[in-house]
């Protein structure tokens, strides 16, 4: 199976300490706060990017439910439609 997603959407990985990790398929749209305090919005096809993400939250679409996650800081990689991002923090439930 390939890692991109399909054409529809876009997964998106967050990798905490340990085994801590959230995986996301067929993401329509994700919104992540940044270090320097703005939001970035991520679309399918978006180009690709590395980012410092800021302690807040991702907010997340997948078919027409929104979901948001508390993200503590981190690396955010986008490629071939997948999101990454590396934190050294755990990872918080959904809220």
Known sequence: MSRAASKQGFRV????????????????????LLEDGSW?????????????TGDGSLKVRIAEKEMTYPVPAGILTLRDNVVSILTSFTISNPE
């Open 40 to 52: 970035l919005g991520i679309r399918p096809g978006h180009a690709p990017l590395i980012a410092a």
């Open 13 to 32: 990985e967050v990798f905490g300490l340990g085994k801590q990790s959230l995986l996301l398929e067929d993401v329509r749209s994700l919104q992540v």
